[in-house]
């Protein structure tokens, strides 16, 4: 059996969008270009890319011809239909693309960047560890290593990737990887297969606790066939008793746990699987540690070190790439800008080192005040904006939410005294505007809530003002 996982590269069948597919290309995956179908085949017989991405004007007035013809190249490997939303609702051949196959523009860079790389991957009937020798597994392990050294630029995408190697790999049915947090020990999730969403969200590996974290903590490798007989029995209710424990270990640290169980064959993981195992975390412990460093290092870049929020530069790359995504699905996007009052007659009142206490607590209600999904940013100095991705016009756009805040802020008991000698509270002023209904660009977005906003500090302060 060939145990090759291709390379992360891509067949792109046009020549219209080259731009926005650089986007990704600058991330790490490989392009191959093919200006009309029937070269996008002919490279297709020769090439071992991992998946095909097409325009969708260069299948045609034949299209349902081309895209079997096309598919039928590809054999076992996905194809991706590039479109625009009018194609997509009026132009596309009714059953002839689904819309798990289609990628809609314009790209949304992180959402294209996820559909080709989780698209590149073998399933795992093509990537089975049935090695015939030590040469198959030092070529398999070459293979698996250059894909996820692609992603130490993007950890998320890595965790992905690391899954879905090993799924494929020891045909696994739950994998786990569990990655080092800032908190000393303590390991979260960071991607599964196979693993109910209840579970997902709350595991936690702990060194020394339960039977990974006290694997993991010995920094080495348990394959247990018999649970309960050659090793701790799981309180989770796997289909069968063989599981594997994985540290990925970058000395000192352990920066990474695997936990492998329900394998798809009858019996237990074997040896063979613990040998490879035992070189992958080798070599992943390393790239593991470069991408939490990457990501690090991006957080240092990104986040506010008084307040823990996003700053302006994050504000300056996400807000364009959220209007772009709430135009492809029609979707409102509301921004919020938001300015603490009189705050300079607070930092004279109450010293500068309370001035920056009371914006971090203002920050941390902010950001409690609203949804996972929504960005709070501190945009500079005592000003924050809040990005509300896909906000429900039944709900006001946002006001409401910014108005909850403005009263928590209000009841905080921030208290100063003011130029004239009376005691108040820190308060907050707010204007929010909506795309499209306010807007058409993420300038004039802003352009619109900094002019609510002015109206809601000429009218007295303390009130949120939306359009």
């Not at 079997?68 to 002839?96: H, N, Y």
């Not at 000393?184 to 196979?194: C, Q, R, S, V």
């Not at 135009?327 to 509301?334: E, I, S, V």
Request: charged share 25%; glycine share 8%; net charge neutral.
């Amino acid at each position: 059996m060939d145990t090759a996982l291709s390379a992360l590269e891509i067949l792109y069948v046009g020549s219209s969008f080259k731009d926005e597919v650089s986007d990704i290309a600058a991330r790490g995956a490989v392009f191959h270009d093919a200006t009309t179908i029937y070269a996008g085949i002919a490279k297709l017989k020769r090439s071992g890319v991992g998946a095909v991405l097409v325009e969708f004007a260069e299948l045609g007035k034949q299209a349902d011809a081309a895209l079997k013809a096309l598919r039928e190249a590809a054999g076992s490997r996905p194809v991706l239909v590039s479109m625009t939303m009018d194609e997509w609702e009026i132009v596309r051949p009714t059953g002839l693309v689904s819309q798990a196959e289609v990628l809609l523009r314009p790209y949304y860079p992180d959402e294209l960047w996820r559909r080709v790389t989780s698209a590149a991957l073998p399933p795992p009937a093509q990537a089975a560890a049935s090695f015939r020798g030590d040469a198959d597994r030092l070529q398999a392990l070459m293979e698996d290593s250059h894909r996820l050294n692609r992603f130490t630029n993007d950890l998320q995408a890595m965790a992905d990737q690391c899954v879905s190697i090993v799924k494929a790999r020891l045909r696994a049915g739950r994998v786990s990887l569990f990655l080092k947090t800032k908190e000393p020990g303590k390991l979260t999730i960071a991607h599964t297969a196979g693993i109910d969403k209840e579970v997902r969200d709350h595991a936690t590996v702990r060194l020394g606790e339960g039977v990974a974290g006290e694997i993991a903590q010995r920094k080495r490798i348990a394959l247990v066939k018999e649970a309960g007989r050659d090793g701790p029995t799981s309180s989770r209710p796997y289909k069968q008793t063989s599981y594997m424990i994985v540290p990925l270990v970058r000395e000192p640290d352990v920066v990474g746990v695997l936990c492998i169980t329900d394998r798809f064959e009858q019996g237990p993981f074997t040896d063979e699987d613990l040998e490879y195992m035992r070189a992958f975390a080798a070599m992943t412990g390393q790239t593991v540690a470069n991408a939490l460093q990457f990501r690090a290092a991006d957080e240092l870049a990104t986040i506010d070190e008084g307040t823990r929020l996003f700053n302006r530069r994050f504000f300056n790359r996400v807000l364009p790439q959220e209007v772009v995504r709430a135009t492809r699905y029609k979707h409102d996007l509301t921004l919020a800008m938001i300015d603490v009052d009189y705050f300079k007659q607070y930092n004279d009142s109450m010293g500068h080192q309370a001035g920056d206490r009371a914006l971090a607590r203002v920050a941390e209600i902010l950001r409690e005040s609203f949804r996972e999904s929504d960005m709070v940013v501190r945009y500079g100095g005592e000003e924050f904006a809040v990005i509300m991705p896909e906000t429900s016009r039944k709900e006001g756009n946002g006001v409401g939410f910014v108005d909850r805040a403005r009263a928590q802020v209000e009841a905080a008991g921030l208290m100063f005294q003011d130029r004239q000698g009376n005691e108040r509270p820190l308060t907050i002023s707010g204007g929010v505007a909506t795309l499209p209904l306010q807007a058409q660009s993420w300038e004039e977005l802003v352009e619109k809530a900094d002019r609510a906003l002015y109206k809601a500090k000429s009218l007295g302060r303390n009130r949120i003002i939306g359009w």
